[in-house]
């Protein structure tokens, strides 16, 4: 490329402004090779997009081949138990009598308990860092502890909930005179109460953060104190997010396998009540899965797989359109 | 009688706000039990000899967890080969195709996946890879985490390439560049510290990801570096050791559970502390 | 005798069934500067950006017609060739913010992988930034970001990025609307330096810059070429009244 431009650098005419003044090179030796190369990209160019859109379609792909895989192997136990296998109360592998009623049972119980007790806190967070504090440095600090809440690996919140919690709630369990396992539904409830927090909170801050602040200035001007704003306003104003929020923490609760897995007690056993050991969907399938050695057996598990997906999928779905209706507004 | 009324209700609102505060502090507390715990029960076990030997059989003291460390360190590798360009791939046509049918679909398989439980995908691993090929493999674990990344990166590219504005694609395309240059030279380098903060949050999650891998890598207590043999991870570890009724065991899974949050903790305040100095200022 | 460089027939553009740019024939001379001028709206932006096809670029967007440059169809040509040789400046100053000033100014080539020694880049670098006026404000600083300059020196920056890979048509699209009065005039006397080894086609609103730094202008009103002529023919005695109602500000 200006090869002319270059050797004539110094004696190029200069003007009294001190600009030099080219002389445009024409057709130069690297103009071509420029154009050549050009070629060459217009290739690439295709075979880049051509790769996009590829990657794109194995996206979807990929999905529908997680469903249809799941709908696949789980064929055989649908054919053989029927729709009764939702409320079968009878898990015996033994006898090949597969009911999911006490899976499904245990995860309802330990994930609402578990949001029951999470969502204060989660609020409380939101509420923190949405409203009273929104910047500084200890409202950062909380912010980024709480989303370290969510990096801690749940098989550590097992084992610590095995080693701590469990002592705990046995002890608890003996003060309030049920039989003291500690292992069961109200631990396992306990701790995935700690690993949902993160979510909901993090996303209520958000939406409280969108609360336009003439809203807010308008209830102030009329007297009302700070409580009563958030109250009348900003809970109201931001209902729909806050309960996706609450939504995406569910999702969480109900999919949580290893810390469930690790302190629920793995019965198959219909709870009797929260203090109960029990089993969830998803620790089921974690505990049962490699010990599946008929088929009807594992296409069982797979088929809690299959409802656990489904639920989850509709519940994260819900909770993303709220969102987005939310944002768009 | 008005002014009491004016009192009681700053007074609820004081309440209020005391109590928040007090709950949202109260949601660290478990965390910072959590960390105090796990560090005390488990660095006084690591020391030189636990990070490079293998663990020992019941009954016998000593032993360590070589094998998880580096059984970890080459799934996560493997799984990061496969879902990192996949992934940004993927961020790159939804950012570039905003309203196209595929990427709507494209979109909505993400947040699907974004949503399924781990163990779900573990399933679907165990029936795309490991059976197929026979036995429980390394691969078909890593293969499972890869598709545990991809929602992470996948969305954090396309959010921050959303972000970027139109002129910078248009200040490529004017000088003769051609479509995958402008992508993958301009567009991606102004967009580098959204797109590594995603790869390596999505890596710091996979790390401590123990469920996917129960039917697919799922542990050995020897060393392995054969992909398509089983092979031992710190996750898995800490679950087969914390779960065992063996004190020895239990030692061995608290120091692999101190190093597992080390690990996953420094990942992560990392990511935040280097986005901010990565990122290019438009 | 002036040449034709670009010529363009029967273009129109659409923003999908918007008709915004209609049936536009121009002849545009080598080495000239011409005006583009016209109400907000009437399609300039869309014209001067089909001239390097880059309107297509927008989704939705579609063109018929052609553009002639030295004769031939850009239209038929492949986009990477035309913009090869056909730069643009747009708006708002928008240089590379990963780059270094120098690396922005052989964009074009870096970016394009295309290697040079590096004697001859630092050729180009000098060359392209004297060209535009701003080697001596930032020869010592080559090596800091470009968006640490300020606008002015950023839309230089700009042109001098378009400069270096040596096109034959510059187009600029309100180079200087988002520049303050001295940067704006430092680039109008660029247009004239510029002007003796590229034909420019400006876009401007403002009429002063128009008459100061074109040879020829055309003006625009509702994605039509009204009237297209010398630059002092237009401004003194415009032969179409929308034309003169445009210029004598009754418009609007
Ligand atoms: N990206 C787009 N998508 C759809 N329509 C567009 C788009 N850009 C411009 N238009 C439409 O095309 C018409 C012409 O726009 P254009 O930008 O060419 O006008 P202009 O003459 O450059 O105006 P201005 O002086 O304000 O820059 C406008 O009416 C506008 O509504
Ligand atoms: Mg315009």
Redesign the pocket.
């Known amino acids: 490329m200006e090869s002319s431009v270059d050797t004539n650098l110094a004696t190029r005419p200069n003007d009294n402004l001190g600009r030099v003044v080219s002389l445009k090179p024409e057709g130069t030796v690297s103009t071509t090779k420029r154009i050549k190369r050009s070629f060459r990209q217009i290739r690439a160019e295709k075979v880049f997009r051509r790769t996009l859109i590829i990657v794109a379609l194995v996206m979807v792909a990929l999905v529908l081949g997680i469903m249809l895989t799941l709908v696949y192997e789980s064929t055989l136990s649908i054919k053989s138990s029927g729709i009764g296998y939702l409320w079968g109360k009878t898990w015996d592998p033994v006898r090949d009598i597969f009911g999911a009623y006490p899976f499904i049972l245990g995860t309802l119980l330990t994930s609402f308990l578990a949001l029951f007790i999470s969502i204060p806190f989660s609020f409380a967070v939101a509420v923190f860092l949405g409203e009273y504090y929104p910047e500084g440095w200890f409202s950062n600090l909380l912010k980024n502890t709480v989303e370290l809440i969510a990096a801690v690996p749940s098989v550590i919140y097992g084992f610590w909930a095995l080693a701590v919690l469990v002592p705990i709630v046995r002890s608890f369990e003996s003060k309030i005179g049920v039989e003291p396992v500690g292992l069961g539904i109200f631990s396992s409830a306990l701790i995935l109460a700690v690993m949902i927090i993160p979510y909901a909170a993090s996303l209520g801050r958000s939406m409280i953060h969108m609360v336009p602040s003439n809203l807010k200035e308008a209830a102030y001007s009329l007297g009302a104190t700070r409580w009563e704003v958030i109250r009348a306003v900003i809970f109201p104003y931001t209902k729909s997010g806050l309960f996706a929020g609450v939504l995406l923490s569910l999702g969480r609760a109900l999919g949580e396998t290893m810390a469930v897995t690790m302190v629920i007690g793995n019965t198959s056993l219909i709870p009797k009540s929260i203090f109960a050991p029990g089993n969830t969907m998803a620790s089921v399938i974690a505990n049962e899965f490699t010990e599946a050695d008929h088929p009807v057996y594992l296409s069982a598990l797979i088929e809690l797989g299959l409802v656990l997906f489904l639920v989850t999928v509709v519940i994260n779905m819900i909770g993303k359109k709220m969102v987005s209706r939310f944002t768009n507004e | 009688m008005a002014s009491n009324h004016v009192k009681y209700r700053i007074g609820k609102s004081t309440f209020f706000k005391g109590l928040t505060i007090l709950l949202a502090c109260a949601c660290v507390v478990p965390l910072i039990f959590i960390l105090i715990y796990i560090l005390q029960a488990g660095l006084t076990k690591i020391n030189w000899h636990f990070l490079t030997n293998l663990p020992k059989p019941v009954g016998e003291t000593g032993g360590g967890i070589a094998n998880a460390l580096l059984g970890s360190m080459i799934i996560i590798l493997v799984a990061s080969v496969i879902a990192i360009p996949f992934g940004i791939l993927c961020g790159i046509y939804l950012s570039e195709n905003k309203k196209s049918k595929l990427a709507y679909w494209s979109r909505l398989c993400v947040d699907i996946l974004q949503g399924v439980p781990s163990i779900v995908i573990g399933i679907v691993a165990y029936f795309w890879l490991v059976k197929p090929m026979g036995g429980f493999s390394a691969l078909s674990g890593s293969a499972a985490l890869a598709i545990m990344m991809l929602p992470i990166i996948i969305r954090s590219t396309e959010e921050t390439l959303k972000l970027l504005p139109d002129s910078l694609r248009e200040a490529g395309f004017a000088l003769g560049l051609p479509f995958h240059r402008v992508v993958l030279k301009v567009i991606v380098p102004c967009g580098i510290s959204g797109i590594l903060s995603g790869v390596m949050l999505s890596v710091a999650r996979i790390a401590g990801e123990t469920a996917p891998l129960l039917f697919t890598a799922f542990g050995n207590p020897y060393l392995s570096f054969n992909l398509l043999k089983p092979m031992q991870s710190l996750p898995l570890l800490i679950f087969n050791y914390a779960t065992s009724p063996y004190n020895d065991w239990h030692d061995l899974a608290w120091g692999a559970s101190c190093i597992l949050l080390i690990w996953v903790l420094a990942l992560n305040i990392f990511t935040k502390l280097m986005t901010r100095k990565w990122k290019v200022q438009l | 005798m002036e040449s034709t460089i670009v010529k363009s027939v029967d273009y129109n553009?659409y923003?999908?069934d918007?008709h915004?740019?209609k049936n536009v024939n121009i002849d545009i001379p080598r080495n000239n500067v011409i005006a583009v001028m016209?109400?907000?709206?009437?399609?300039?932006?869309?014209?001067?950006?089909g001239i390097n096809r880059m309107h297509e670029l927008?989704p939705?967007?579609t063109a018929k017609g052609q553009i002639l440059l030295n004769g031939e169809d850009v239209m038929e040509m492949h986009p990477i060739f035309v913009r090869l040789k056909i730069g643009m400046v747009f708006?708002r100053p928008n240089p590379f913010p990963n780059l270094s000033i120098y690396d922005n100014v052989i964009a074009g080539y870096k970016l394009n992988g295309i290697k040079l020694p590096k004697a001859e880049k630092d050729k180009i670098v000098e060359h392209s930034l004297t060209r535009v006026a701003l080697w001596k404000e930032v020869k010592d600083s080559l090596t800091k970001k470009g968006s640490f300059l300020s606008g002015g020196q950023q839309q230089r920056l700009c042109i001098a990025r378009a400069v270096a890979m040596e096109p034959e048509v510059l187009l600029f699209?309100?180079p200087t609307s988002a520049l303050d009065p001295i940067s704006t005039s430092t680039v109008e006397e660029l247009f004239h330096e510029l002007k003796k080894n590229y034909t420019l086609i400006i876009?401007t609103?403002n009429m002063q810059q128009a008459a100061r730094v074109s040879d020829k202008t055309a003006f625009?009103y509702m994605?039509e070429l009204v009237e297209y002529d010398e630059t002092k023919q237009m401004f003194t005695n415009p032969k179409d009244t929308r034309t003169q109602n445009y210029i004598t500000g009754r418009f609007s």
């Open positions: 553009a923003f999908g918007n915004v740019v016209g109400p907000s709206g009437c399609g300039k932006t869309t014209f001067l950006r927008i939705g967007a708006q699209d309100e876009v609103h625009f994605g």
